[in-house]
Each structure stands twice: as structure tokens, then as C-alpha cells.
């Protein structure tokens, strides 16, 4: 079936350092893939998407690349803030039935 | 801004209760989720309607139904809370294909069930 995978976290960075959370795939036809964002007591907000291999999405200096080849969808940073503390969940978009399915989630700690 | 509300952020229950969770959302939306989160689960879909009086099960719909009276507003209903139904309960909704639209979520319902 259909599946995201996540790296586990939490991850715990200090200000300024460079961010890769890792997010792999596995599904039929060509879905879409997201990154969604939890701040603490908040709903999830879409980051960025990709809707075709090769795509980049990009938003808030965050970017990730729709990788066919090794079915994957990484989510970097050059230089994260506190203020990106949050929990990130990478999902794809399933096109029967409108249902994104998504991934455990990778808790992000940033350091002042 | 696309508004989604829960009624409820914190609720306590005991065991064997009817639970009501409502949602509501005010940009005319057709579709309407929702979500239970566990921690190292991510998001399960428990249930989804595409319009009124629509409903679709998702992956975990076991112990729980919905309701879609009025297009606003989508209903989670625990017939018999159970303790392993204790989870934060998120609702969403989106317009369109999931391809082109993103989902919109509310701020989540944090329910105990004792």
C-alpha cells in the first residue's frame, strides 16, 4: 500500500545550522507530495508541495525536491531559526478519494 | 483566511460515554477530514465526506462514526469511548482535488477518556 516514512526525531539543532529531514515514499501512479508544519498548539499548515517529479517546492527558506528515482521528498534549510521549532510531516496525496496520507512526524528543536 | 474550529481543545470523558466533537468551517468547502494523532503515529484518518450526508471510512474507522447534516459542519461521534481512544483529535477540510487544494486544519481536540 501506500506509505510515508519519516526520520524519527526529535532532531535538535542550534540557530543558524543547515536542516535535512529525510522523507521517503512508497506509492502507485504519481501522487502528490507535501510538507506540512505543527507549531505548538496548532493545527498542521501546509509548507510546500510538489505535484510532478523533478518539482521544487519552496516556502519560508525551506525547499524539497520530488526525487522519482529514489522516491523521495527531503526537506531542507540552509539556516533555521527558533522560530521553526515545530513538528513536520511529510504526506503525499493519493489521487482516489482525496486522502493524503501521512508520515509519523519529526519534532524540530531549534537552540538560540 | 480559511477558519476551521474545533469546539472543544481539551475534553475529558469516562469510559462507555457518547463523545460529540464538532467542526466547522467557513469557506464553503465540499470536503471534510478527520484525524487522530499519536505520537511516533503521525495522522490516521478515521473518517471523510465529500459532501452532505456524504461519508466515507478512512483507514481506522472501527469505534467511531460521523455525521454531515449542514455542509459547515462535520461531527465525530464515540458511541462508547474507550480508553485507547484517548488521542488528539484533528479536523480538516479542503475544496478541489487533493492534487491542486491543501487541507486546512483546526487546532486540534486533546480528548481523555478515563
Known amino acids: 500500500g501506500n506509505s510515508v516514512t519519516q526520520m524519527e526525531g526529535p532532531v535538535t539543532l542550534s540557530e543558524e545550522a543547515f536542516l535535512t529531514i529525510n522523507c521517503t515514499y512508497t506509492?502507485?501512479?504519481?501522487?502528490?507530495l507535501f510538507w506540512y508544519v505543527q507549531y505548538p498548539g496548532e493545527g498542521l499548515q501546509l509548507l510546500l508541495k510538489?505535484?510532478?517529479?523533478?518539482d521544487k517546492g519552496s516556502n519560508k527558506g525551506f525547499e524539497a525536491t520530488y526525487r522519482k528515482e529514489t522516491t523521495s521528498f527531503h526537506l531542507e534549510k540552509g539556516s533555521v531559526q527558533v522560530s521553526d521549532s515545530a513538528v513536520y510531516f511529510c504526506?503525499?496525496?493519493?489521487?482516489?478519494?482525496?486522502?493524503?496520507?501521512f508520515g509519523s512526524g519529526t519534532r524540530l528543536s531549534i537552540r538560540p | 483566511d480559511v477558519k476551521v474550529t474545533q469546539s472543544s481543545r481539551y475534553l475529558v470523558k469516562r469510559t462507555g460515554e457518547k463523545v460529540f466533537l464538532e467542526c466547522v468551517q467557513d469557506?464553503?468547502?465540499?470536503?471534510m477530514f478527520w484525524y487522530r494523532q499519536d505520537p511516533g503515529l503521525g495522522l490516521r484518518l478515521i473518517y471523510f465526506?465529500?459532501?452532505?450526508?456524504?461519508?466515507e471510512k478512512g483507514d481506522i474507522p472501527e469505534g467511531y462514526s460521523v455525521s454531515r447534516e449542514k455542509k459547515e459542519r462535520f461531527s465525530l461521534i464515540l458511541e462508547s469511548a474507550s480508553t485507547n481512544q484517548t488521542s488528539m483529535y484533528l479536523c480538516?477540510?479542503?475544496?478541489?482535488?487533493?492534487?491542486?487544494?491543501?487541507?486546512?486544519f483546526g487546532s486540534g481536540t486533546q480528548l481523555s477518556v478515563l
Open positions: 465526506s465529500y459532501d452532505v450526508k456524504m461519508k
Open positions: 510538489a505535484t510532478k517529479a523533478d
Open positions: 506509492a502507485t501512479g504519481y501522487p502528490s
Open positions: 504526506a503525499l496525496g493519493y489521487s482516489s478519494a482525496s486522502k493524503i496520507i
Open positions: 469557506m464553503d468547502h465540499e470536503n
Open positions: 480538516a477540510s479542503s475544496t478541489g482535488t487533493v492534487h491542486n487544494e491543501k487541507l486546512f
